[in-house]
C-alpha cells in the first residue's frame, strides 16, 4: 500500500471519491460520525465506541495511527478485525482503483468503510488522520462532526496558525447537522464557518459545559443534565473535555440512536487506550504517553504535575522532525530530572544527536543519556530508577509503540483492557457498594472528627495514589496567543478543575528561556511559609468596594456584569488566602457566599466588569501574575 503512491501524505479528495463511487460507497446505510482535532481524537472516539455498544448498536471505529499491529485501526463491536477480512477487503479496494493512485492512509480509509458495509454496522466512527478538509474520511458527510480541539500541528500541511488549522478542521461540518467543538477557546475561522453553511455549531463552555465533583461530575446543555458520571478511566485532566463532547454526540443522536445512562457511563468506563496517560504496573512507576506537540504536552505536563512522586522524574524521549521538539522539551523539562533520549528510525524520524542539540535549545545541557534507539533508552532509565522514581515515555507514537513492544509490557496492553471491561461487571458494582458502606461505617466518624484538615477541596485523579501533603509550584511555559473567544453569551459554565485532594497546584508561566538548569525540580513550599489567613473586615454600609479592599463582599451586593471565577473551596481558609492574593494585587475580589455553608463550595471571583473584554483582560493578568487560569462567566 505504501507504493502506490509516490507521496507519503497527499491531501485531498478526488482520489478516494473515484475509488468510493466505483465501489457502491456514496452514501452508507449506516450512520457516521467524524472525529477531527489536534489531540483527543482518539479518546474521543473510544468513549463514543464504548458507550454505543453498551447500548447494543453494531459500531465500527476507524483509528490511526496503529501502535502495535495494523489490525487496530478497524474494529467493529470493540474487537479488532483479523489478518484476513483485512487482507478481503485490501484485495477489493486493489481492484476497484485501477489506475487510481492512493495513499496509505487512502487505501486503509476506503478498506475500512467497505469493512463496515460488509458486516452491517449501525454507525461508523470515522476518525480523522490529517486536518479535516481534504482528508480521506471527509468523503463521507457525517450525522455529527465532532473537532476535540485546535492546536500548532502539521503546520506544512494545515498552516502556521491557529485560525489556519481551525479552518481545516472545521472542514469535517455539514450544513443543518451537528457541529461539535470541544476547544473551549476556538479559532474566529472554525465559527465563521460553521455559520457560513448553516452548521449547528454546539460549542463547549458556551452549548454545553461539565463540572467537576469530588467522586463524579455533572454534564449540562441547555435544558439537559446528567449528574454523577463517573470520570473516564483514560487519566487526564482533558479528558473531561472530550467526554463532554460524547454526551453532546449522543445527544444529537439521541432520536435515531438512543442510550441510557448506563451505557454513558459504560463508554466511560470500559474505554481504555494505550498511549494515552498510559501506567504499567509494577514499581517504578512506568508512563506512557504519545504527546508530540505543545498542547499534548501542556496536557502531560499537568497531569504529571498533579500526581507527585516521592524520588525523581525520568525522561525517555524520540521524536518525529516535523514536530514543535524544542517547545515540546521545554514544557517538559521543569518536571524531569534525567533525560534519556534516541532517534527513531525512518525518515521522518529524528536522530539521537539531533535530540541533544533540542535538549540543548530547550535548556537542558546535563543529565542527558544518548542512545541508539528507544529500547537502550527505556533500559538505561530502568538500570538507574529506584522504585520510588517516575519513567516517562513521550515523543511519538512510534517511541510509546516500540515499548509496548517489549514482550512483558504488549502482554500488559491486553491485560489492562480486559481490566477495564471487568471493571464494569454489575456484580462487581455491588460487592464494592458493600464494601463501600462498610468503610463508611468504620471511618466515617473518623472523618467527622475535631481534628484540623490539612488539605484543600480537591480530589484524586482517577487511578491515582495518593501523594503526601505539599504545594508544589511549577513554571510551566505559557501557551501560545488564543484567538478571541466565542462571541456569545454563555449559556452555563464550567467550574473550575479541581486538583488532588492531597496536593495543590499553582502552575506558574514562565518566557522561554536557553538558560534552565538541567535537572530543575519543581520546589516544594513548606505549609509553613504560605501566608495565614486573615479575618476579612465587614464592609461599612453604603461603601462601595475598592480594588485594594479585602474585604469579604456578598455575592449579592455586587452589579451585574462579568466575573472571573479564579476557584472553589470546601475550606474557607483557603479562599480566604486567595482572596487575599489577590486583593494584595489590586483586584477587586470577593467570595461567594461570604460565609462557609455545610456542602457547598466558596467561590473566589474577581469583578465585575461591565463587558467580557474586560473579563477577559482581567482573566489573562490573572494568569500571568498567579499562573491561575481563570473562568470568565456570566453574573
Not at 440 to 465: K, N
Request: glycine share 8%; net charge neutral.
Amino acid at each position: 500500500m505504501e507504493t502506490l503512491h509516490p507521496r507519503e501524505i497527499e491531501l485531498g479528495l478526488a482520489r478516494v471519491a473515484e475509488v468510493r463511487d466505483r465501489l457502491g460507497l456514496t452514501q452508507p446505510a449506516f450512520a457516521v460520525i467524524t472525529v477531527a482535532g489536534t489531540n483527543g481524537k482518539g479518546s474521543t472516539v473510544a468513549m463514543l465506541e464504548h458507550a454505543l455498544h453498551a447500548a447494543g448498536y453494531r459500531v465500527g471505529a476507524y483509528t490511526s495511527p496503529h501502535l502495535l499491529d495494523y489490525n487496530e485501526r478497524v474494529r467493529i463491536a470493540t474487537e479488532v478485525l483479523g489478518d484476513a477480512d483485512l487482507c478481503a477487503a485490501f484485495e477489493r479496494i486493489e481492484a476497484a482503483r485501477a489506475d487510481t493512485p492512493l495513499t496509505y492512509f487512502e487505501f486503509g480509509t476506503l478498506a475500512a468503510v467497505d469493512l463496515f458495509r460488509q458486516r452491517n454496522v449501525d454507525i461508523a466512527i470515522l476518525e480523522v488522520g490529517l486536518g479535516g478538509r481534504l482528508d480521506a474520511v471527509n468523503a463521507w458527510d457525517a450525522d455529527v462532526s465532532i473537532v476535540s480541539s485546535v492546536g500548532i500541528d502539521h503546520t506544512e500541511w494545515l498552516g502556521l496558525d491557529r485560525e489556519s488549522i481551525g479552518r481545516e478542521k472545521a472542514g469535517v461540518y455539514r450544513a443543518q447537522r451537528c457541529a461539535i467543538c470541544g476547544d473551549p477557546d476556538p479559532p474566529r475561522s472554525l465559527i465563521e464557518y460553521a455559520e457560513q453553511i448553516g452548521a449547528r455549531l454546539l460549542c463547549v463552555d458556551r452549548d454545553f459545559d461539565f463540572e467537576r465533583l469530588t467522586e463524579s461530575w455533572t454534564w449540562r446543555a441547555l435544558d439537559k443534565k446528567h449528574s454523577a458520571l463517573p470520570y473516564p478511566a483514560m487519566r487526564g485532566d482533558y479528558q473531561l473535555y472530550n467526554a463532554a463532547c460524547v454526551l453532546m454526540a449522543l445527544d444529537c443522536l439521541a432520536e435515531r440512536f438512543p442510550v441510557t445512562m448506563a451505557d454513558i457511563r459504560a463508554g466511560l468506563l470500559n474505554a481504555v487506550l494505550p498511549g494515552r496517560f498510559q501506567t504499567l504496573p509494577g514499581r517504578p512507576v512506568r508512563v506512557l504517553d504519545v504527546a508530540h506537540n505543545v498542547q499534548a504536552a501542556e496536557a502531560l505536563a499537568r497531569t504529571l504535575h498533579a500526581q507527585v512522586v516521592p524520588g525523581r522524574t525520568i525522561a525517555v524521549c524520540g521524536m518525529l522532525h516535523d514536530k514543535p521538539i524544542v517547545d515540546v522539551l521545554r514544557i517538559l523539562a521543569p518536571l524531569v530530572s534525567r533525560w534519556h533520549v534516541a532517534g527513531l528510525a525512518g525518515a521522518r524520524g529524528t536522530s539521537t544527536e539531533d535530540m541533544r542539540a533540542a535538549l540543548a535549545a530547550a535548556g537542558v545541557s546535563e543529565g542527558v543519556g544518548l542512545h541508539e534507539d528507544i529500547e537502550q533508552a527505556y533500559a538505561a532509565a530502568l538500570a538507574e530508577a529506584s522504585e520510588h522514581d517516575r519513567i516517562v515515555v513521550f515523543g511519538s507514537f512510534h517511541t510509546v509503540g516500540a515499548i509496548l513492544r517489549l514482550p512483558k509490557n504488549r502482554t500488559g496492553v491486553m491485560a489492562e483492557r480486559k481490566e477495564a471491561e471487568d471493571d464494569f461487571n454489575p456484580r462487581h458494582r455491588i460487592v464494592g457498594a458493600v464494601i463501600l458502606v462498610a468503610l463508611a461505617v468504620i471511618f466515617l466518624p473518623m472523618l467527622l472528627s475535631d481534628r484540623p484538615s490539612e488539605t484543600g477541596d480537591s480530589r484524586v485523579a482517577p487511578g491515582g495514589s495518593v501523594p503526601e501533603t505539599r504545594i508544589v509550584v511549577t513554571p510551566v511555559p505559557p501557551p501560545g496567543d488564543r484567538a478571541a473567544s466565542i462571541p456569545k453569551p454563555a449559556v452555563s459554565q464550567k467550574a473550575p478543575e479541581k486538583t488532588s485532594s492531597v496536593t495543590k497546584t499553582v502552575v506558574v508561566p514562565v518566557e522561554p528561556t536557553t538558560e534552565v538548569p538541567a535537572a530543575a525540580k519543581a520546589p516544594v513550599i513548606p505549609e509553613s511559609r504560605l501566608p495565614e489567613a486573615k479575618p476579612a473586615p465587614e464592609p461599612r454600609p453604603g461603601s462601595e468596594p475598592k480594588k485594594s479592599t479585602t474585604a469579604v463582599k456578598p455575592a449579592a451586593a455586587v452589579e451585574k456584569g462579568w466575573l472571573v471565577q479564579v476557584g472553589a473551596f470546601s475550606q474557607m481558609d483557603n479562599a480566604r488566602r486567595l482572596h487575599e492574593k489577590l486583593s494584595q494585587k489590586g483586584y477587586a475580589v470577593f467570595l461567594d457566599p461570604p460565609h462557609p455553608e455545610k456542602g457547598k463550595n466558596v467561590r473566589v471571583e474577581v469583578g465585575p466588569y461591565k463587558d467580557v473584554a474586560a473579563a477577559k483582560a482581567a482573566q489573562a493578568r490573572i494568569q500571568n501574575e498567579l499562573g491561575i487560569k481563570g473562568v470568565v462567566r456570566k453574573q
